[in-house]
């Protein structure tokens, strides 16, 4: 068993909904709350600065509002996403905001810095950080995070290349904290594999932008649904840092998804300039086969749970006892 701090134990559903850059906002981020999903946006999707104050204030205000109501049923709760990259000019100021609203659950992405973890532990947060490799997951624990995302091959956005079976093997042979697996995860029964490999936690994205509540255009939406594993390409053109984007869009653009350049990784950029290209291009995982509509939030949990329980039927079914002894 994982040792989970407070805000992570007990999740009747295992599951945090991935922080979608620009496309994830306060509507989507209550909505899944609400359906048992600890839902998560970046700092940097609230634009201007000032707005992060007013997006919190929204969130927790309607997620005290929900649990006040359903006593029996409360939300799961939110976290934020930080990128620790010295092109974010806006930690600081995030960093306070998070702070002031007691945000439960932080994710840090590019950096591992001691200074952030340590403002976020002030408060008694948890700090989870994402990771593509075990070396950065070793960083990341010794930095004071205390729980890893293992974003593994065929991830949205940003992503790895390791298989999700080495990855979660490796770290699990050192860590017993939080550990959630990204990649390729879009149905109930992949929820499921990735707690049987040894997560606690499935980390989907790409299956709520084609949700009602994602600040993502129509088209975008669309095209997850109308698309597959085929039409993803991983690229480091678009930010310097390698990761999965939509064919469609890169077409769009008048670029070639099957010839892209590569770019020179000193140049990455996570402030105010990334937001065009981000806009443009679209991130998405290689598990969108599994997408075949645009519906709600709530509509799309209850699917994921409903697809959950009948994984771990059909599992339980065929499994036999096993005589270790030979």
């Not at 994982?2 to 906002?25: T, Y």
């Not at 624990?141 to 790895?160: M, N, Q, R, T």
């Not at 679209?282 to 709530?298: D, F, H, L, Y």
Request: hydrophobic share 45%.
């Amino acid at each position: 068993m994982s040792k989970l701090p407070p805000a992570l134990a007990n999740r009747p559903f295992p599951v945090i909904g991935s922080p979608l850059f620009i496309i994830s906002n306060p509507k989507l981020v209550i909505e899944q709350c609400k359906a048992g999903v600890i839902g998560s946006m970046p700092a940097l999707n609230a634009r201007p600065a000032a707005q992060l104050d007013e997006w919190l204030a929204e969130i927790t205000e309607a997620l005290a509002a929900h649990n006040q109501a359903n006593p029996d049923n409360p939300a799961a709760p939110f976290a934020i996403n930080q990128i620790v990259h010295k092109s974010n000019d806006r930690l600081d100021h995030d960093i306070e905001m998070v702070i002031k609203y007691k945000v439960p659950v932080i994710i840090n992405s590019l950096g591992a810095r001691t200074d952030v973890n340590d403002a976020i532990h002030s408060y008694g947060g948890v700090v989870l950080h994402d990771i593509i490799n075990n070396a950065f997951a070793h960083k990341a624990i010794e930095k004071g995070a205390d729980g890893l995302i293992a974003v593994a091959a065929g991830a949205g956005g940003h992503a790895g290349t390791k298989s999700p079976f080495a990855l979660i093997q490796e770290i699990r042979q050192w860590f017993d904290g939080p550990l959630a697996l990204s990649g390729s995860i879009a149905s109930g029964g992949a929820i499921l594999a990735a707690q049987a490999m040894g997560a606690d936690f499935a980390y989907m994205g790409s299956a709520f932008i084609a949700t009602e509540e994602a600040r993502a255009a129509d088209a975008y939406k669309q095209a997850i649904v109308d698309s597959n594993s085929d039409d993803i390409v991983y690229s480091n053109l678009f930010t310097g840092v390698h990761g999965n984007y939509l064919k469609p869009s890169i077409r769009a653009a008048g670029l070639d998804p099957d010839n892209l350049p590569e770019s020179d990784p000193s140049k990455m950029n996570f402030g105010g300039d990334a937001k065009k290209a981000w806009k443009d291009i679209w991130g998405c995982g290689q598990g969108i086969g599994a997408i075949n509509k645009v519906q709600t939030t709530a509509e799309l949990v209850a699917q994921l749970k409903r697809e959950y329980a009948e994984a771990k039927a059909r599992l339980l079914g065929r499994i036999q006892p096993v005589d270790a002894t030979h």
